[in-house]
């Protein structure tokens, strides 16, 4: 019998022992309860929907930057209202979670009164999976847009140097009895999140996700990370990637053109931007008008005729939705190496380590 592999090797972890150890090493790291609090529900939050590339995973990285002294652990965003419809939050070098969350609920908050809010946020780091601002926005019954800017991975049309970031684009909007929609898209064919997660796991890549630093097709992760990211669709992949610069890095003050620090380089600040707007359902038409009317779009997406091979159709974010109720009971499945990573992480602080689930 062939030795089982990383991929088969799962320790499953309840999400409440997740956010609890995330917690703990956030704290034992110098980070608030409040803000330890903020952090991990958004790890926790992307291990749960399945996007395990921007999960709790990340917190190697993330404290390695703090140990670094280029993330500002104790840091306090601060709010200005520049109209009564915008405002801006400086980040001051905190977590990327933090400043946004707070900008999001800044920008909900306006929309209620007005039916709008845009928040620019500056001088932030990585926020990890866009969906988790998405679901904040929707819990206050509000749609959303999500941008933000990130560090160079992707070369614009025409070019082979990496000068895009891999920037999330992500909106959403409530449903009635039906899922609500739930976009979350990264410009390229994937997150580069997926190769550092192939790469932390062992395993192989799809060949048409990045071009090795000679410029050549590879299905090795550390190959891929040394050259390019592919955008999807090509030019017009590229051409979101700068989108999401102009919104979040031209508009806000914070680095753009290529000058995000990528959140696993602990040599300086990132300097990431992120742009937020909140608006209101129901300026139109009544708020069961409007559900009535999402569902009645879910209902035509997931039961339009299927192509061949396809078994069922998903509403966009379904499929992480789905992957939520599942996760909730059964557990988050992580490998050997991430659990040994994690609780390294532990032993610096003098924290618990993570607790597995017993019997699976
Ligand atoms: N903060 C950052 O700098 C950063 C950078 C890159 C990516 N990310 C995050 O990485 C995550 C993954 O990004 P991605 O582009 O690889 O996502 P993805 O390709 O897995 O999914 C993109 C979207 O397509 C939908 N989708 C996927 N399969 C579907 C199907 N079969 N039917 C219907 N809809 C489907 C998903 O619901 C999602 O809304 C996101 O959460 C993103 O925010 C963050």
């Given at each position: 019998m062939a030795a089982p592999t990383q991929e088969s090797t799962k320790h499953h972890v309840s999400p409440s022992d997740a956010t609890t150890f995330v917690q703990s090493v956030l704290e034992g790291n110098g980070v608030s309860k409040e803000h330890s609090a903020i952090v991990a529900k958004c790890l926790v939050a992307a291990d749960l929907r399945g996007v395990d590339t921007h999960g709790i995973n990340r917190i190697p990285s993330y404290m390695a930057r703090i140990r670094q002294g280029v993330l500002d652990?104790?840091?306090q965003p601060t709010l200005t209202e520049t109209t009564p419809v915008i405002g801006q939050v400086d980040a001051h070098n905190s977590f990327g979670f933090v400043a946004a969350h707070m900008g999001?609920?800044?920008?909900?908050?306006?929309?209620?009164?007005?039916?709008?809010g845009m928040v620019s946020v500056k001088h932030s780091n990585h926020f990890g999976m866009s969906a988790w601002l998405v679901q904040q926005a929707l819990d206050e019954g509000m749609m959303s847009l999500v941008f933000t800017n990130s560090s160079p991975a992707l070369p614009v049309w025409g070019g082979k140097e990496?000068?895009?970031?891999v920037s999330p684009l992500a909106c959403g909007a409530p449903g009635g009895e039906k899922p609500p929609f739930i976009l979350d898209m990264a410009p390229s064919v994937a997150a580069r999140g997926k190769i550092y997660k192939a790469l932390r796991r062992g395993e192989k890549i799809p060949?048409?996700?990045?071009?090795?630093?000679?410029?050549?097709?590879?299905d090795d992760p550390a190959e891929a990370l040394k050259g390019v990211m592919l955008p999807m669709g090509g030019p017009k992949g590229s051409a979101l990637s700068v989108m999401?610069?102009?919104?979040?890095?031209?508009?806000s003050g914070s680095a753009f053109a290529g000058h995000v620090t990528n959140p696993y380089d602990p040599s300086k600040p990132a300097d990431v931007g992120h742009f937020l707007i909140a608006l209101k359902p129901d300026l139109f038409m009544s708020m069961d008008e409007f559900k009535e009317r999402m569902d009645y779009l879910y209902q035509r997406v997931v039961s339009c005729d299927k192509m061949a091979g396809v078994d069922r159709i998903y509403f966009p974010g379904e499929i992480e939705q789905i992957a939520e109720q599942t996760r909730?009971?059964?557990?988050?499945p992580y490998v050997d190496a991430e659990i040994k990573a994690l609780n390294g992480e532990a032993d610096k602080v003098g924290a618990e380590h993570i607790r597995v689930m017993s019997g699976r």
């Open positions: 652990a104790k840091a999001m609920q800044k920008a909900c908050e306006m929309a209620r009164v007005y039916g709008i990496k000068l895009m970031g060949g048409d996700w990045a071009l090795d630093a000679e410029g050549k097709q590879t999401m610069d102009v919104f979040s890095g031209v508009l909730k009971s059964d557990g988050i």
